[in-house]
């Protein structure tokens, strides 16, 4: 692989985002209840990465042993280079998430304050602090995935995909675990105790509800996107070496083909700097009520004919039939752009389904006078209906790919899909980051200006619905049924010998059509515990923690958040025992047929319950903010009580349930492949 470019766009990426980051280190901060309160919102941070750091090398360590005690066992050479490649992709994992996690919390005070004057000021404070945390963190992983394929080999992008999904599963699910039991703890507050402050700076649980959603919306989520743009770069890269092992192609053709991931992504990053000027322009304007998704159509168009451009030229000489595909003729733009086309179709489907400005979400608010089982109802047949639709999304997507460009066209299409990740992180993180910042503003009773910025900051964050978690869902599933053909290509199988269900397969299906269940039983399991655990150490701090309830002292933010972090990482421990060994006891044990049907069955259940479990907890949030704001009711009606209450079991499904989910099939598969490699 020509590693020059992707080596020289990555760093420019963080050359940019050190730059702007210096920019930010010059504005000097006031000493204000806002920066009081940004400290101990680090405080609680730091505590839970902490713990994940402590998780993540304890994992990474017992992988390897199990991984070099059953290679001796069956007298499998287990390489070096993969193991170092494994280390690695954790480690570069881990410090992109203690970048976004130690940046963050310092950065909104300086957003809040540049937004005392005049909102584009805010506005621009806010745009840039997303791009650098973006810039910052997609720069490191394709940086360290392009040094472990030049310095290790082209087999070691397997280690480092494997790396860093482990560590992405304590940042997504673990983040996951803490947000929610600290969301859910927040709004359950009055259960257990009616007299004790709501929504104040006294409460610890609404300090850990802040701290949580920059360690789920921020870290997490960027940490589960990132890995689905890896795993996709990684699949393009199994097809061309698998393909040019079996000379099926010529090494300059598997030149070309490991490279076309890179070029794309190249391009993605070109068309995000020059969206990024697009939008330093239009977010001068105080009337750029739109101006988020602008960009983006803009940079999905510039890449897209970048990409276009780019591969009229790519010098490949191969036929599909060698690839299992059906067209005379190998065309890699079509995968291209059906995974563009269907990247647009589900983000706007999930928003159609889940937006408060659309009817699903406003039927949710309208009925929620009923209670809340007919308020929970209604976001269920949400994500139930929406299976059948994305169903067709990902048909569009993986059909016609295979059609035009075989099973490499599929790794085409989920590179599409995610060609301008820097930007779709971007603007996930101005999401969060305008929520977050509004409710900061609000505890801290900043002046009204400031609030009114905040606000209209928060309403165009809401534009991005679209690239929620039914994205990432998408995202995710794309990625894991590309590394998944990339895994019946490494097993030197065909398609019909890899389909053929004799009673391995079919016992491998079964087993991996169940253990989800089992992975997520256990995940809720902790949940409560977390959730309980939270609610306990708010109490005991109001009642130990002298002057506390008199505002005359503050919360002990690193107690509480090292509480709930500690047990977010120790509910983990059988999930990911289920996640990592499962795989890897079949695969040795019992073989590669038993083994496919394992990943085929949980890649199944991921399709049938990812877009589900997204849908119905963001219709569900969506349709509170909407009585929030004063529909049906408002936020003291009964009406809102009753989808308070639902809405604790969509945060369980959208912030816990479906993002695990993805992370435990894209695990999965990983895991296979490297196995498959090994036997």
Request: charged fraction near 10%.
């Amino acid at each position: 692989m020509d590693y020059f470019l992707p080596i020289v766009s990555s760093a420019l990426m963080l050359v940019f985002a050190g730059y702007q980051y210096q920019v930010f280190s010059k504005i000097s901060l006031e000493k204000n209840k806002v920066s009081e309160l940004s400290e101990l919102v680090s405080e609680g941070i730091t505590a839970f990465y902490k713990r994940v750091l402590s998780a993540s090398i304890q994992i990474v360590v017992y992988s390897i042993l199990v991984l070099l005690l059953f290679s001796w066992l069956f007298e499998k050479t287990l390489s070096l280079t993969q193991l170092l490649a494994f280390i690695f992709g954790s480690s570069v994992m881990g410090l992109s998430g203690f970048l976004s996690l130690t940046f963050v919390p310092k950065l909104v005070p300086k957003i809040i304050q540049q937004s005392k004057g005049y909102l584009s000021e805010g506005l621009m404070a806010l745009f840039n602090t997303s791009i650098t945390l973006s810039f910052t963190l997609i720069g490191s992983m394709v940086l360290g995935l392009t040094l472990s394929y030049v310095i290790l080999g082209a087999q070691s992008i397997i280690g480092f995909g494997l790396g860093s999904i482990l560590t992405s599963f304590f940042l997504r699910v673990g983040g996951g675990l803490y947000k929610t039991g600290a969301d859910i703890a927040s709004d359950s507050m009055h259960f257990l105790e009616s007299k004790l402050p709501d929504f104040d700076t006294r409460n610890p649980a609404t300090l850990l509800d802040i701290s949580g959603d920059y360690i789920g919306k921020i870290t997490g989520f960027s940490s589960d996107i990132l890995s689905s743009f890896i795993f996709s770069v990684i699949a393009c890269i199994l097809f061309a070496n698998s393909l040019l092992e079996t000379k099926q192609i010529s090494a300059q053709t598997a030149a070309s083909l490991t490279m076309l991931p890179m070029y794309i992504f190249c391009m993605g990053i070109l068309a995000s700097i020059i969206a990024y000027f697009y939008y330093r322009f239009r977010l001068k304007s105080q009337t750029a009520t739109n101006v988020l998704l602008e960009g983006m159509y803009l940079a999905v168009f510039l890449s897209g004919f970048g990409t276009w451009a780019i591969m009229q030229g790519l010098d490949v000489h191969i036929e599909v039939g060698s690839l299992w595909g059906s067209s005379p003729e190998f065309s890699p733009f079509a995968p291209y752009f059906f995974g563009l086309v269907g990247a647009i179709l589900i983000g706007f489907s999930s928003e159609y389904l889940t937006a408060n400005w659309f009817k699903p979400a406003k039927k949710i608010a309208s009925e929620a006078e009923f209670g809340p089982v007919v308020t929970l109802l209604n976001s269920i047949l949400i994500g139930y209906k929406s299976n059948g639709l994305f169903l067709i999304y990902i048909l569009v997507m993986i059909v016609p790919s295979f059609f035009f460009a075989g099973l490499y066209g599929v790794a085409l299409a989920s590179m599409g899909m995610l060609s301008v990740t820097g930007l779709i992180i971007t603007l996930s993180m101005f999401s969060a980051l305008a929520s977050n910042t509004l409710k900061t503003t609000k505890l801290c009773q900043s002046s009204d200006t400031t609030l009114k910025n905040a606000v209209k900051m928060n309403s165009l964050g809401h534009t991005t619905a679209a690239l929620g978690n039914g994205f990432a869902a998408g995202a995710s599933i794309m990625s894991t049924f590309s590394l998944f053909f990339a895994l019946i290509v490494s097993s030197k199988m065909s398609l019909s010998q890899a389909f053929l269900v004799d009673l391995d397969m079919f016992i491998g299906l079964l087993i991996g059509i169940s253990i989800p269940y089992v992975y997520a039983g256990f995940l809720l399991n902790g949940l409560v515990l977390t959730i309980r655990t939270s609610l306990t150490e708010v109490v005991r701090q109001f009642k130990d923690i002298p002057y506390l309830f008199e505002n005359k002292a503050k919360p002990d933010m690193t107690k509480a958040s090292d509480l709930l972090a500690k047990h977010a990482m120790d509910s983990l421990i059988i999930p990911g025992i289920v996640m990592i060994m499962t795989p890897i006891i079949i695969g040795y044990v019992f073989g590669i047929k038993m083994l496919l049907g394992l990943t085929l069955g949980v890649i199944l259940i991921g399709f049938s319950k990812g877009f589900s479990w997204a849908n119905t907890g963001d219709s569900l949030h969506s349709a509170r903010h909407f009585i929030e704001k004063g529909h049906f009711g408002g936020k003291d009606s009964p009406t809102y009580a009753h989808i308070a209450i639902a809405d604790g079991v969509g945060d369980a499904a959208k912030d816990l349930l479906g993002p695990s989910l993805t992370l435990f099939i894209k695990a999965v598969t990983i895991i296979a492949i490297l196995i498959v490699l090994l036997l």
